[in-house]
């Protein structure tokens, strides 16, 4: 028997008046008329919206929820600060250091307004947990690092059980761009998308077949084998601390249209599911809709634009 999450709720506090003034910038953009608008900031003020990772991208995303209206958030993270996470992650200070991530940004996000609920899984999403974290949620998305397999794994299954959870978002960056890219219950699971048995040992050679499967547009500089060279150096991910705002706007914007029922002709233009997915690279205007294959994109993009041959 799988023992009980751990669960630490920050309960919020609605003010009517103080809400709909907080939010009202936004309504224009929730659709073509007032009644439209209402019942769409509606949609967002009562949805619940899971968030596991609380790194570079998802803290950030969960403070854009809360902007928006979203005023129930689950936050999922078992780690905590280090210095070198100032660089790009929301509620990393060195007064946060050594504090767990979940946590620092539940409470942030909550002092925002103190109208949002939020729910903290400080032991992050593990068997145990997944079930519970899911649960009620209309959305969720999966930030957590794309090495924790088993972790992932156990998301995934739990989103795939949900009777309620109406869609999952990741997103991912390398260099200059960022990905966004959507899970759907009938269709390619990530077990059969990464086919990679949950405890793997984490050598460089599965890193590599990781790196492609999930992040398959090469940066145009540096080149790969000096982003490889860095990793196998320094034993950390190189990130560009400004790449994961790219990841807030791609994912903040796609979650407002699938909570307010939104995606789709006439108002929008739908994300596909795996394995296809959008990519948008700030350095060089490049954008579009790929598939994930486990091959590069754009194979020797550094060496076509430096003249390397």
């Known amino acids: 028997m799988l023992k009980k999450a751990r669960i630490v709720t920050l309960q919020g506090i609605l003010n009517e008046k103080v809400y709909q003034e907080r939010v009202s910038r936004s309504g224009c953009f929730l659709g073509n008329s007032l009644l439209e608008q209402v019942a769409n900031q509606a949609k967002l003020s009562n949805a619940v919206v899971g968030v596991a990772g609380a790194g570079g991208i998802g803290g950030a995303v969960a403070l854009g929820l809360a902007r928006l209206g979203v005023r129930h958030i689950k936050i999922a993270d078992p780690d905590s600060f280090e210095i070198s996470n100032i660089n790009r992650q929301f509620g990393a200070s060195l007064e946060t250091v050594g504090r767990n991530k979940a946590l620092v940004v539940a409470e942030l996000v909550h002092q925002l307004a103190g109208d949002v609920t939020i729910e903290v899984f400080p032991e992050g999403i593990q ?31 739990s989103y795939r059980r949900s009777e309620k959870c109406k869609g999952m978002l990741a997103s991912s960056v390398v260099g200059w761009g ?18 990679i048995p949950e405890d793997a040992e984490m050598t460089p050679e599965l890193v590599d077949k990781l790196v492609k499967l999930q992040a398959s547009y090469q940066p145009r500089f540096p080149s790969i084998p000096n982003i490889y060279g860095w990793m196998h150096t320094t034993g ?50 490049d954008n579009g809709i790929y598939e994930f294959d486990g091959q590069w994109v754009n194979p020797n993009e550094h060496e076509k634009h430096f003249k390397i041959s």
């Open 127 to 157: 068997k145990h947990t997944a079930e519970a974290f899911v649960e009620g949620c209309d959305l969720v998305l999966d930030q957590m690092d794309f090495y924790s397999i088993a972790e992932r794994y156990a998301l995934h299954r």
């Open 178 to 195: 960022a990905n966004i890219y959507k899970f759907e219950k009938d269709g390619l699971t990530l077990e059969g998308f990464y086919s």
């Open 236 to 285: 950390n991910v190189p990130i560009l601390s400004i790449a994961p705002t790219a990841s807030h706007y791609l994912i903040l914007c796609r979650s407002t249209l699938i909570i307010c029922d939104l995606e789709g002709p006439p108002y929008s233009t739908v994300l596909p599911p795996m394995p296809k997915y959008y990519w948008f690279d700030g350095s060089t205007f």
